[in-house]
């Protein structure tokens, strides 16, 4: 039993991943820093770009006067 309520023994994701990372605190902490880096990185080339044209944000409704 734990003592905090929140916590159940399970640690979720991040956990996960935290602790199938090779090395010491250190090591982890900067492949996680390159992990998050290469995933914005990902976000900024290839996803955000082919999603854009599928949002409206360029769909105004104020017209010229």
């Not at 199938?20 to 290469?38: D, E, Y």
């Not at 990185?41 to 955000?48: A, G, R, T």
């Amino acid at each position: 039993m734990s003592l905090v309520p929140w916590c159940d023994g399970r640690d979720g994701m991040y956990g996960w991943i935290w602790r199938h990372l090779p090395g010491n605190a250190w090591v982890k902490a900067l492949i996680s820093l390159a992990l998050i880096l290469a995933v914005i990185y990902v976000l900024f080339q290839y996803v955000f770009p082919w999603a854009e044209p599928l949002l409206p944000f360029n769909d105004v409704t104020v017209d010229n006067q």
